[in-house]
């Protein structure tokens, strides 16, 4: 059942990384396109502009590769853990 649960979150985090990918690769075209502003403000209908969704594309980007990573290591430290108390038992 562990093994499992394991498997079950490293897909988990695929999943999570793709869809925190996209979310921010969808949020940069649509500042780049002008959409977003908050109706009844300065700037509804246009809370962007090229510049704003580049930035947003590239920050949200390395945000992206910040947490994807730090869940891979959390995950990474179980494996790695795992295989060294198997080389310790198999001695």
Known sequence: MRDF???A???LIAVVVVLM???V???AIAMMAGMGGMPGTPMAG???GFISGLIFLVVGLIYVVF???FMYLGLGIYHNTKRTADALANR
């Open 9 to 11: 979150l490293d897909k």
């Open 5 to 7: 649960l394991i498997g």
């Open 67 to 69: 947490v994807g990573g």
């Open 21 to 23: 990918a996209l979310v």
């Open 25 to 27: 690769v969808i949020g």
């Open 46 to 48: 246009g809370g962007g």
